[in-house]
T-cell receptor, first 113, second 114 residues
Framework: RKEVEQDPGPFNVPEGATVAFNCTYS??????FFWYRQDCRKEPKLLMS???SGNEDGRFTAQLNRASQYISLLIRDSKLSDSATYLC??????????????FGRGTQLTVWP | ETGVTQTPRHLVMGMTNKKSLKCEQH?????MYWYKQSAKKPLELMFV???????ENNSVPSRFSPECPNSSHLFLHLHTLQPEDSALYLC?????????????FGNGTRLTVT
């Protein structure tokens, strides 16, 4: 089983739509969770961290469900500039050694006018 | 944004060539990483350096050789690569322990092995 699994999409939505992505992770000991955004032929950039209580940043809302081991990202009022690949990233520590970040394959979003 | 700078942006090399990728971070971070991103695959961690000490080598073939002379600079030396090594190579840095601090990526080197 992969450490982090995402629906690759693509998701094609009109401007103004609400879209949600889910991501599941395999290791119940994972402690840190992030969403990154990667534009075509560019490097990934941190979009937001995901906290246990859920968190919101403008039009973006991230949720964590530890019991079911999934993370979600909700984008409201989609803009053309939201078109990108969204990467789910999960940390897994191994005792006293440095933790490892595991990346999902990414979910591709295209917002059309 | 010039926090993490990678050179070159593009590289085409033959299987017998030797080349090096360079990464420099201006963020004062203590950890630096090399990642490989192939088409349709998740990012794969290759190497981790923490305070210029290598802390992880993720079973990377010896034809990839990292070097970290100080906390701000990271190199990836390449020799006798294979066509399947063609990918986007991303350098990243973070402050603090990997997995707890967000990664800041460079813009990557797109490598083609012919």
């Amino acid at each position: 089983r992969k450490e982090v699994e995402q629906d690759p999409g693509p998701f094609n939505v009109p401007e103004g739509a609400t879209v949600a992505f889910n991501c599941t992770y395999s290791n119940s000991a994972s402690q840190s969770f992030f969403w990154y955004r990667q534009d075509c032929r560019k490097e990934p950039k941190l979009l937001m961290s995901v906290y246990s209580s859920g968190n919101e940043d403008g039009r973006f809302t991230a949720q964590l469900n530890r019991a079911s081991q999934y993370i979600s990202l909700l984008i409201r009022d989609s803009k053309l500039s939201d078109s990108a690949t969204y990467l789910c990233v999960v940390n897994h520590s191994r005792g006293s050694t440095l933790g490892r970040l595991y990346f999902g394959r990414g979910t591709q979003l295209t917002v059309w006018p | 944004e010039t926090g993490v700078t990678q050179t070159p942006r593009h590289l085409v090399m033959g299987m017998t060539n030797k080349k090096s990728l360079k990464c420099e971070q201006h963020l004062g971070h203590n950890a630096m990483y090399w990642y490989k991103q192939s088409a349709k695959k998740p990012l794969e961690l290759m190497f981790v350096y923490n305070f210029k000490e290598q802390t992880e080598n993720n079973s990377v073939p010896s034809r990839f050789s990292p070097e970290c002379p100080n906390s701000s600079h990271l190199f990836l030396h390449l020799h006798t690569l294979q066509p399947e090594d063609s990918a986007l190579y991303l350098c990243a840095s973070s402050q603090g322990r990997e997995g707890y601090s967000p990664l800041h990526f460079g813009n990557g080197t797109r490598l083609t092995v012919t």
